[in-house]
């Protein structure tokens, strides 16, 4: 853990975004990037970066599933 952290930005979010309040797309940008894109956030990895999150993603779901924390 970090010994300073610095507030940057700070407010409240509405639980139903105004923008596509429903979508979830994953895209590859054939080959070049990954694109995941939930309600109005839009994440942009590299195919390597989404990999690795997809693995760590999927060892999460396995841990929760057999009772790990």
């Given at each position: 853990?970090?010994?300073?952290?610095?507030?940057l930005a700070q407010d409240?979010?509405?639980?139903?975004?105004?923008?596509?309040?429903?979508?979830?797309?994953?895209?590859?940008?054939?080959?070049?990037?990954?694109?995941?894109?939930?309600?109005?956030?839009?994440?942009?990895?590299?195919?390597?970066?989404?990999?690795?999150?997809?693995?760590?993603?999927?060892?999460?779901?396995?841990?929760?599933?057999?009772?790990?924390?």
């Open positions: 853990m970090n010994v300073f952290s610095y507030v409240s979010v509405n639980e139903e975004p105004e923008l596509t309040p429903d979508k979830f797309v994953i895209e590859d940008n054939v080959g070049e990037a990954i694109h995941i894109h939930y309600r109005n956030l839009r994440i942009e990895m590299s195919v390597s970066d989404f990999d690795t999150f997809a693995t760590n993603v999927e060892n999460a779901i396995q841990s929760i599933d057999n009772g790990n924390s």
